[in-house]
C-alpha cells in the first residue's frame, strides 16, 4: 500500500529564505510524485510532478524537487522565499493506474 | 479555456437536508473524483469514476452518493446520513495514465 508523510504541518521562513518542505513516501513499485499547492478557499494547482524521467524536477514558480529512491523522500524546495508563496502544499503519491495518495499539507507562511 | 467548474462556491444548508454539489469538465477527462478536505487532514476520497455510467466508492463514501450520467458531469450529493457534513469539497478529473489531477476551486458547504 503506498502512503504519504509530510513532515511539520506548519513552516515558517523569512522572505528571502530558503524554503524546504519534507515529504517521505512507501511504494511497492517505482511511483509517480507529486506536489501541489493550494491558496485558501481555492482548489489545488500542480507545481511539478516525477514519473521516472530526471531526478531533480522543476516545477512553476521557482520550485523544484529531488526524487530520492534510497530515502524515498520528494521533498520540495525553492531557493529565496517569495510572500506570494504562502500557501498549503501537498505531497501526493500514486502508482500505475492507482488511486493517488495526498499527505495531510504544509502550510507555508512566509515572514517580511 | 478548458477547466473544471463547481458549484456553488459556498453553501449552507440545515441539517436533515440534502444537497447536491455540481462538478463539470470540459477537459474530455475519462476519470472523475470527489474529494473531502478537512483542516489538518489532507484530501480524502469520497467517490470516483472512471467510465460514464460507473462510479465506485472512496475512502469516506457513507453518506455520499454520486452520479455519472455524462462524461463532462459528476454530481456529488451529500445526504442527511453524514453525521459530520461541514466541509470542503473539491471535484477533480485526470487523463489517463498520468495519475496528475486537474482540480476545481472547490465547494465549502456549511451545515447549520
Known amino acids: 500500500a503506498q502512503s504519504v508523510t509530510q513532515l511539520g504541518s506548519h513552516v515558517s521562513v523569512s522572505e528571502g529564505a530558503l524554503v524546504l518542505l519534507r515529504c517521505n513516501y512507501s511504494s511497492s513499485v517505482p511511483p509517480y510524485l507529486f506536489w501541489y499547492v493550494q491558496y485558501p478557499n481555492q482548489g489545488l494547482q500542480l507545481l511539478l510532478k516525477y514519473t521516472s524521467a530526471a531526478t531533480l524536477v522543476k516545477g512553476i514558480n521557482g520550485f523544484e524537487a529531488e526524487f530520492k529512491k534510497s530515502e524515498t523522500s520528494f521533498h520540495l524546495t525553492k531557493p529565496s522565499a517569495h510572500m506570494s508563496d504562502a500557501a498549503e502544499y501537498f505531497c501526493?503519491?500514486?502508482?500505475?493506474?492507482?488511486?493517488?495518495?495526498f499527505g495531510t499539507g504544509t502550510k507555508l507562511q512566509v515572514i517580511p | 479555456d478548458g477547466g473544471i467548474t463547481q458549484s456553488p462556491k459556498y453553501l449552507f444548508r440545515k441539517e436533515g437536508q440534502n444537497v447536491t454539489l455540481s462538478c463539470e469538465q470540459n477537459?474530455?477527462?475519462?476519470?472523475m473524483y470527489w474529494y473531502r478536505q478537512d483542516p489538518g487532514q489532507g484530501l480524502r476520497l469520497i467517490y470516483y469514476s472512471q467510465i460514464v455510467n460507473d462510479f465506485q466508492k472512496g475512502d469516506i463514501a457513507e453518506g455520499y452518493s454520486v452520479s455519472r450520467e455524462k462524461k463532462e458531469s459528476f454530481p456529488l450529493t451529500v445526504t442527511s446520513a453524514q453525521k459530520n457534513p461541514t466541509a470542503f469539497y473539491l471535484c477533480?478529473?485526470?487523463?489517463?495514465?498520468?495519475?496528475?489531477?486537474?482540480f476545481g476551486e472547490g465547494s465549502r458547504l456549511t451545515v447549520l
Open positions: 477533480a478529473s485526470t487523463p489517463p495514465e498520468t495519475g496528475e489531477l486537474f
Open positions: 501526493a503519491v500514486t502508482e500505475h493506474n492507482q488511486k493517488v495518495t
Open positions: 477537459l474530455n477527462h475519462d476519470a
